[in-house]
């Protein structure tokens, strides 16, 4: 892995959501499996056609930057609109759906750095990951090994929130399965070195990246997919952020407490976190 270069920090003027935000735990099965649940709050005035739309399209988007301090007028990654001081790029890359949109059986190439005003970049990502699951109710992505099968799954589950017959925000749950639950030597050497490289200060910068990472949803895709039947001129000014300083100051949690509970007991409880998971299956939400 070469030396990633971090980009500027682009200052959006939001105010990012704190990991008071969301609920979470990890728990380890009966196989040694990590398994970390993420309960996020209500993405307001998003809906889950949005998310599913920008995971379709985010690795080939680029956005002019209209009046952002540095950025001016200038066309960057559409990903440097997913977090302000992390992220560097993303590509879809194999297998890819009309016009190259992601796909299951794809992958794609990410580059960032977790909490990069922290700890600069002793967190870094540069992955390429197969994309197993890209439908209406989720994405789900990982890793695999040769005769071992799959080491690392990333599921992302969505629902839109109805209010009074209204759509008012999105239900956004993550879950992260590492290691596997195969139990010969290789496996178990190869599931300990994986699940030891995650300390405590990882999964803090890891809780606040993705904390971030997924609120600012609110703040700039509801205008990326304003503009969705133009994408070769797609803009995002501050004016364009939906996103109140009333609205900021809410006080938000994790948006369902009681299945992020009763999710970490199933894993706990499970002999094959994969199986529990369900990540090639429709969403449980």
Not at 51 to 70: M, P
Not at 86 to 110: M, V, W, Y
Not at 219 to 240: E, G, I
Request: hydrophobic share 35%; with cysteine.
């Amino acid at each position: 892995m070469g030396k990633l270069v971090m980009p500027k920090e682009r200052k959006y003027g939001w105010e990012l959501k704190p990991t008071s935000s969301v609920h979470w735990g990890q728990v380890k099965n009966k196989s040694g499996q990590l398994c970390v649940v993420l309960e996020h709050s209500l993405l307001r005035g998003v809906t889950s056609e949005m998310i599913v739309w920008w995971f379709k399209n985010f690795a080939n988007l680029r956005v002019t930057l209209d009046d952002i301090e540095g950025y001016e007028n200038i066309k960057v990654p559409a990903y440097l609109l997913w977090h302000p001081s992390d992220h560097i790029n993303a590509s879809f890359k194999g297998k890819l759906g009309e016009n190259n949109t992601a796909r299951a059986g794809g992958k794609i190439q990410i580059k960032e750095a977790m909490q990069f005003n922290k700890y600069g970049l002793k967190y870094p990502v540069e992955n390429e990951l197969n994309i197993f699951y890209c439908e209406k109710d989720g994405w789900g992505m990982g890793k695999q090994i040769p005769f071992l099968g799959t080491m690392i799954f990333l599921r992302i589950s969505f629902k839109d929130v109805y209010e009074n017959g209204e759509i008012i925000g999105v239900h956004y749950h993550y879950e992260v399965v590492a290691g596997t639950h195969k139990q010969n030597f290789i496996a178990k050497a190869i599931t300990k070195k994986i699940v030891g490289q995650y300390t405590s200060e990882f999964w803090e910068a890891w809780i606040t990246h993705n904390t971030i990472e997924v609120g600012v949803f609110e703040n700039f895709l509801p205008a990326l997919y304003s503009q969705r039947h133009d994408l070769s001129n797609l803009h995002y000014a501050k004016s364009m952020n939906p996103i109140t300083k009333e609205m900021s100051a809410e006080i938000q949690t994790g948006f369902d407490f009681k299945l992020l509970e009763d999710r970490l007991k199933g894993y706990e409880e499970s002999e094959n976190a994969f199986s529990y998971q369900k990540g090639l299956e429709k969403s449980f939400l």
